[in-house]
């Protein structure tokens, strides 16, 4: 009887420890997994899994309206879960758009911010935000980014390029800048030669406002100018400033074309493999930095854009009668339009805002 209840015993004491453990194979994640909790739980936002090393690259001066909240976005998200490490390299540090965009479609860097010309090599989705004259203003901007139509213009780029996009920022909306005559009307466009971002679609849509498109690398723009390799660009008051092209410029004309949206995407294959907590905290920040970008560093960064202009003497012209302009490039957006269903449904949601 005596022996009977001690094999009793010690079945019961084993079965105890063998379901505290969940097993004899998983106990060291368990082991390993305490402290790295338990230093989330004393440093900030607690943890529950083990720590996420993110490389963050982007292709733009960290001044940009979108680069500035992305960098607001890197805060909340290590702010919220210590055990998320974010390596942020921007500025190019890590190489040009194109570059960053192949790093991040290979897996050699996580998470990713460029501009969105860089998509159009692949895909035509994104252009969908620029088209000329239908995001023209910053309230409107921000409300579509956020809509299901846009969700869908985002779905397409991760079925077919494997990224997923977290956020479209906005660096300004793109004006007329030049060094041989003020633009006020469409006809000082004609036989300009004006630095176009690479996009099939805004080189039509410039050509058909007149001018000559040029193709330059965006980081050869300021010697191109100052060599008068161009005659001027389409820009925004945001990069005049950070890239110091006020110091090669004479003329600026404000009209809002179209907004530069960059984009801030993530291998998609890395994103979902993580656990939901931190998947849900890193869509969650970069959403709340749309308010970062639109509410606050736009205005502070074309506040200083057109101060520097003023300073150097540019001359800033508004063009108030924007019809000519529109009337040029309708049937480019009409052309655009028809090459996918969420491009369609996309510009239908926004000419409704």
Known sequence: ????????????????????????????????????????????????????????????????????????????????????????????QLGDDAEILQQVMGGTIQIGGVGYSVFSTYLPYLEAITLPFVLNDYAKEKAALQTPEAQALFDKVEAEL?????????SGMRHLANNVRPIKTIDDMK???????????????????????????YGDIYTSLQNKVIDGEEINVTSINSEK?????????????YPFSTIIFCNAAWFNGLPADVQATIKDAFVK????????????AEEAGYKAMEEAGIQVDVIEDKAPFQEAVASCVEEYKEKDPTIKAFIEMANGL
Request: proline content about 4%; some cysteine.
């Open 245 to 257: 092209h006020y110091e090669v410029l004479k003329y600026f004309s404000e009209i809002g074309i």
């Open 289 to 300: 930095g749309y308010d970062y970008n639109f509410d606050k560093y736009i205005a502070e």
């Open 191 to 217: 036989g300009l030669k004006q630095r176009v971002v690479p996009s099939d679609l805004l080189v039509n849509s410039f050509n058909a406002m007149g001018c000559n498109p040029a193709n330059v690398p």
């Open 162 to 170: 494997g990224v997923k996009v977290l956020a479209s920022y906005d």
């Open 1 to 92: 009887m005596k022996k009977r209840l001690i094999s009793m015993i010690l079945a019961s004491a084993l079965a105890a420890s063998l379901a505290a453990c969940g097993g004899s194979s998983s106990a060291p994640a368990a082991t390993t997994a305490a402290p790295a909790a338990t230093e989330a739980a004393q440093s900030g936002g607690a943890a529950s899994h083990d720590q996420v090393n993110i490389t963050f690259a982007t292709g733009g001066a960290d001044t940009l309206p979108s680069y500035a909240a992305a960098i607001d976005v890197v805060s909340d998200i290590q702010a919220a879960d210590s055990a998320i490490k974010i390596d942020y390299k921007g500025a190019r």
